[in-house]
């Protein structure tokens, strides 16, 4: 077979014990690795380079596009930007895959069945880090959800439950208040839902969802996730199948691939030789399923399982009763070596032979007409009556315009508002056209021009509005492209 180049990263605290761990473990296995070690962590954060990985790492992670990296520390204070989101972010890591699994009864869990992954947009959502603090009183996180990065994740997992003969796949979302964006993830969820018929498929709204995932995780096979929906729900299932020392994690992306333990460089025992190094092993066992060595992987994880089985147990997991010896890192690894060719007796293994890397198609992207009907004028006012406001913006709409409404903080305020509606100085004014009517089912918007919108931008700032930021309302093929306001 031929030999695989991966970059390696040993990391800072325990890093370099598990890692070492993990290597000696494989390659005993027989995986195929034409390894390259790389600098990151705590010493290249403190040498000036404030992501904590070298230019030349890149080079590396260009040229083998496999990233197996051991947890490292990041440096308290100013400055200091994560690694991890970095690499996702410059590489296009997309897709965040955290396999979760009791180990019961050799490492005691509550959910004993549980058996899950949840695998998680990693890129857009509230974590594009667009914020801003608009008035006194109020700040904006930007979340954005975009159809390619719908499209990618959602396939993603399903190929991935296809891949490694996984039976369901659950949507979580949020899409009965978000209406556009978590609505357009669960959308592109049923529209390629279809070309798996193979793949049994169900929904949820997120915050049952996460009850629901955490009172009965056997239930539960893949979940695909927004980001921040992800990054929460993927920390409670690793907590609640007992062993958040035990799990892998990937990301991947169209061009480069990163693979480590979910848990972190562990300083408070680092350099005893007693951690566990099975975290930092289940990201390799990803890792060879990956570059098609997924045989390879089976045959670690059941000698991993079988050691486990045996109470071959690091100080972490040891349990009086459960355990039958408690060994170092090394000399776990040494256990799982001399197991190499056993399989477990009780525990199921989740197998990776003929796996190979999940190739998502580019993105087409479809022609919609757009149309400009109107637009939300987000206005800084210190007053707090919304009939004042209301009218004075009246008095300044010029003949193509009109004011549909305000809202505060998204409920309507104006016309016809509630007095006990609290309202803070940040106030959505929508105009559309003067030519707009009401029909029975809705409201038929004309087009506007850019050029009346800003001169509708004119007169505010000449009647001295203090306009924060314009948000332009379109129409996609007819379709209303923007949420109502509550009660209007
Ligand atoms: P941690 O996961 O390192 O440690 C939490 C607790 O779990 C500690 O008591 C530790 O001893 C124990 N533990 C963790 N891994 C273990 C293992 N393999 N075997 C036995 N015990 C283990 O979390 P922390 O203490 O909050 O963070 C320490 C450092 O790690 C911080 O600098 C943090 O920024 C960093 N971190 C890095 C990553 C990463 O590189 N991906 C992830 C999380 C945290």
């Not at 857009?124 to 009183?137: F, K, V």
């Not at 486990?308 to 009086?320: A, P, S």
């Not at 939300?376 to 210190?382: E, G, K, N």
Request: glycine share 10%.
């Amino acid at each position: 077979m031929q030999k695989i180049p991966v970059t390696v990263a040993y990391g800072d605290g325990i890093g370099p014990e598990i890692m070492e761990a993990t290597l000696r473990i494989m390659e005993a296995a027989g995986a195929q690795l034409d390894t390259e070690v790389v600098e990151i962590g705590e010493k290249v954060y403190r040498s000036g380079h404030t992501s904590g990985i070298k230019p030349e790492a890149w080079d590396s992670l260009r040229r083998t596009k496999v990233f197996l990296k051991a947890p490292i520390t990041t440096p308290q204070g100013g400055g200091y930007k994560s690694l991890n989101v970095t690499v996702r972010k410059t590489m296009g890591l997309f897709a965040n895959i955290r396999p979760c699994r009791a180990l019961h009864p050799f490492v005691p869990s509550k959910h004993p069945l549980m058996d899950l992954v949840v695998i998680r947009e990693n890129e857009e959502d509230l974590y594009a880090g667009i914020e801003h603090q608009q008035t006194t009183d109020v700040t904006q996180c930007l979340k954005l959800i975009t159809r390619p990065g719908c499209e990618r994740i959602v396939r993603y997992a399903f190929e991935y439950a296809r891949t490694y003969g996984r039976k369901k796949v659950t949507c979580m979302i949020k899409d009965n208040i978000m209406k556009i964006t978590d609505g357009l993830f669960h959308s592109v969820f049923k529209e390629i839902g279809q070309e798996y018929p193979d793949i049994e498929q169900e929904s949820k709204i997120i915050d049952i969802g996460s009850a629901l995932l955490a009172d009965r995780p056997q239930n539960f096979d893949v979940v695909v996730t927004t980001n921040l929906y992800g990054d929460v729900i993927s920390d409670i299932t690793a907590q609640i199948a007992g062993s958040v020392g035990l799990a892998g994690s990937s990301n991947i992306g169209e061009h480069l691939a990163m693979f480590e333990a979910i848990h972190g460089s562990a300083p408070d025992i680092a350099g005893q030789g007693i951690a566990n190094p099975s975290g930092l092993l289940n990201g390799a066992l990803l890792m060879l399923a990956h570059i098609g060595q997924g045989d390879i992987a089976d045959k670690i994880q059941n000698a991993w399982l079988r050691t486990l089985e045996d109470g071959i147990h690091t100080g972490d997991i040891y349990e009086e009763g459960v355990s039958q010896e408690r060994v170092g890192t090394q000399g776990f690894a040494d256990a799982v070596i001399a197991r190499l060719d056993q399989a477990p007796q009780t525990l199921k293994a989740n197998s990776f032979a003929g796996s190979k890397p999940i190739a998502i198609p580019g993105y087409e992207r479809e022609k919609k007409e757009k149309t400009l009907v109107g637009c939300d004028v987000f206005v800084d006012w210190q007053g707090d009556s919304a009939d004042e406001i209301g009218q004075k913006l009246e008095s300044l709409t010029g003949p193509d315009i009109k004011l549909k409404m305000i809202t505060n903080r998204g409920v309507k305020v104006y016309p016809n508002g509630f007095p006990e509606t609290f309202c803070t100085d940040h106030w959505r004014c929508r105009f559309i056209s003067a030519k707009a009517e009401k029909l029975d089912d809705g409201w038929k918007y004309p087009v506007l021009n850019f050029k009346q919108v800003l001169e509708l931008q004119n007169r505010l700032n000449d009647g001295q509005v203090d306009v924060i930021k314009t948000e332009n309302l379109y129409e996609f093929d007819g379709e209303r492209a923007f949420s109502l306001g509550q009660g209007e």
